[in-house]
């Protein structure tokens, strides 16, 4: 079993509140993604690929860092952010949408989550839209609170990943749908969980809203998942792939256009919403793009 003397770790990243458990079970080997350290070895990789298509797998993925917008405003200011229609947004909704800039180059791609009426999370990829979200708030003239809370999720993934769920929180989660999220706890643990992931599996996503119990957490989940075929493991680049679901940096970044991607879908450019991007897209839709997600690739 790796220990932590085994790796170099700086104090300027920052490390999971799962930190010390991915060590205990097993991981070999970290990369950082925005600014803080994620498991990406835990062994054999196809391996971690097979216990991920045939049983299910736990990954560490608070590097997944929420932004989260209250307020009276936060509905619209929301909205201003991304090209995605999000009228029909229920609460406990979850949309994938864009971020875009002025010239409609994608700036992240996130899970977008509506908590409440005024309460949304932006699930992020890897860049700092904390920091942008903040930025367009100040001229804005919109009433709303920006800030990163003490949420850190964990993705469950894999076709038993429902019977996980089940052991852990009863039948009623079975009820959950695809896209949506639902407030629970365990064991006083306060968490939300959604039926989303990035594996193309069945799967989850469960946030912990107290870093404190990152440790406990872990240990409950893999201990009612252990009898169910359940390992520790990594996102699977593969099964991403094979599920057409992209990796912001490896697949698009600031340059490239939801259009260039074949993102037509996420992009309404008849709401009224003067999201950020607009008048680009609007441009860029008209005279078409001269590459395509193919030539995207290296």
């Known amino acids: 079993m790796a220990q932590a003397a085994d790796f170099g770790f700086g104090t300027q990243i920052r490390k999971s509140p799962y930190f010390e ?14 600014h803080m350290y994620i498991p990406r070895d835990f062994g054999d990789p196809e391996q971690n690929f097979w216990n991920l298509v045939n049983d299910a797998i736990l990954c560490d993925v608070a590097v997944e860092r929420q932004v989260e917008i209250t307020g009276p405003d936060a509905a619209e200011f929301v909205q201003r952010l991304t090209p995605r229609d999000l009228s029909k947004l229920a609460v406990g909704q979850c949309k994938y949408v864009l971020i875009t800039n002025a ?20 699930s992020l990829a890897d860049s700092d ?11 804005a003239g919109l009433d709303v609170t920006i800030r990163e809370p003490d949420v850190s999720p964990l993705q469950l993934q894999g076709p038993k990943s429902g019977a996980v769920m089940r052991a852990l929180f009863g039948d009623g989660i079975m009820d959950l749908k695809y896209y949506w999220l639902r407030r629970v706890a365990l064991d006083g643990i306060p968490l939300v969980v959604s039926r989303t992931g990035w594996s193309g599996e069945l799967g989850y996503e469960i946030y912990l809203q107290d870093s404190a119990h990152g440790d406990a957490l872990w240990e409950k989940i893999m201990a009612a998942g252990l009898p169910l075929g359940l390992k520790p493991g990594h996102t699977s680049a593969i099964r991403r792939i ?7 940096h490896a697949d698009a970044d600031i340059t490239t256009n939801p259009f260039e991607l ?21 441009r860029i839709k008209e005279t078409g ?10």
Request: charged letters at 20%; proline letters at 4%; zero cysteines.
């Open 21 to 34: 458990a991915t060590l205990r079970w097993g991981a070999r080997g970290f990369s950082v993604y925005n």
């Open 103 to 122: 010239d409609g180059g994608i700036l992240n791609d996130p899970i977008l989550l509506r908590l409440a009426e005024n309460r949304f999370w932006l």
């Open 129 to 139: 839209i904390l920091l942008w979200a903040q930025g367009v708030a100040v001229h």
């Open 242 to 248: 094979e599920g057409g679901m992209l990796s912001y």
């Open 262 to 282: 074949g993102l037509d879908r996420l992009v309404n450019l008849e709401i009224d919403a003067p999201f950020i991007g607009k008048d680009a897209l609007r």
């Open 289 to 298: 793009v001269s590459r395509s997600r193919k030539s995207l690739a290296p």
